[in-house]
């Protein structure tokens, strides 16, 4: 039974209850905030990166997440048995006979939470390590990084740029074999597993390890004066040398990162602007095709762009529409949902359930009074909702937009960070008519997610957070759930000079296409 044919769903308020709605939510969030800066930061110990922790201490914490996700987590026991998860768990588990840092302890979690196929399961460091390196900062303590940013191109990690003026060696073009004496292909599998995806995605984690290479490292090896590198020459020769860190605090980092920025050579019409990532522009070369940008899903600034979007689009007979949706994580699913309704004829549906009942884990658990007081009482409100004996169900079902509705040709712009709502409304848009897909494939599952509530655990000794969903989504299309994300009907894939260049091969696929015979 889906949403929409249950008979004891709650009619939709009007908006003027919902805009109340929303408001009163705002202000008791607000409340719980301050009061929780009220409470005593007892337990709280000031954190050293080379504190280890004890066997009977990692052990424990282990317990607790294994118990978290095999009683709760909506991902386990789908893309793989339950029996083979646990005895996942089991070899991770027979791996702490000694004690670990935090650092140690949390890189076998990696690997382990990799293996979920949930992108919405994150793992962050504790409070206290974000204290810790705000002080750092503070002092003026430099951060010691590696002296270049890298790309992973073609199973290679290529240098785009050095950061220091005496890291001559490190040109772009040159090939990292090896850091450390960790192997270059043992290095990016390492980092990728800190960034999980639905399903058996691998373009999410490309994607991500290509957006900051350097920090990533930073983040999972730590730091370090220098750095004993192998590397392979634009020219093929193989040299071995050692480079300084480079030292900086956080304010020059951000400062480097953007004076390196890829550069973009496009320069096109701009018709809306709005704050947030939104953009509506027309291609200069093909003033008929309009690129739709979206950065996030922000909620209710994003469906007033809308409005005027395709008004626009329908006043002026624009033919043609892009969606670029690269880099767009998600956010909103309401608006999502929205956006297909200004293209797709039919009314469509997202669901997901949860179990009921209190978590196992429920005092290592955050957000209580959201989960226990805020979310009981308005979800029903906001979201379609029933429930049975073992699950609860929310569900957005959304009608098609009567007036500029979009009927002339659709392209999505996609790559691996392209991700949750993003993937949803992809998913919807190829499941309603024809939609042609350039880019890469979606780090978001085609037919499957899990969002909705992401509480987060704090695992009590290490301090280490666990932020998961407690609710799997699916979106009611007819695509097989494979696993994966959506496929392009045009692959793209960048080289050294396309980046450098800042080219942009996936709107040039567009105009190549659009292109008359």
Known sequence: MTLCDTPSLPQWPSLLIRSTIRSTIRLLGLLASLSLLALPLSGQRDFDPQRPLSVAELRADFEILQRAFEDEHPAWGFYYPSDTMRAWFANTAEQLQEPLTELEFRRLLYALNARLGCGHTRISTPKAYRKYYRKKRKAKYPYQRLPFQAHKIDGRLIVLHAYTADS????????????????????????????PSDGYNLSHKERVINLNFTSHFFRYYGESAEYDLDIRTPDGEQQQFTAAAYASNSEEYRDILKAKKIPSARKDSTIFRKKGGYQLYLLREDLQTAVLRIKSFAGRRGIRFYRKVFRYLSDNQIPRL??????????????????????????VELYGKKKRGKPRVDRHLNSKFGRKVLAPLFLPLSFKSYRDSTHQYMGIVKKPQRSHNFNGQVFILYNGLSFSSSAIAGAYLVDGGEVTIIGQESGGGQVRTNAFQTPSLTLPHSGIRFKYPFYAITSDVKAEDRGRGLLPDYPIEYQLEDLLSGRDLELEKVLELTQPE
């Not at 001559?168 to 270059?184: D, H, Q």
């Not at 892009?322 to 009314?347: K, P």
């Open 168 to 195: 001559t060696r490190l040109v772009p073009g040159t090939e990292i074999l090896s850091i450390n004496g960790r192997k270059a292909t043992r290095v990016m599998r390492e980092i990728e597993t800190m960034f």
């Open 322 to 347: 892009v969606i670029d949706l690269r880099d767009n994580g998600g956010g909103s699913g309401r608006e999502s949902m929205t956006l297909i309704s200004y293209i797709n004829d039919e009314t």
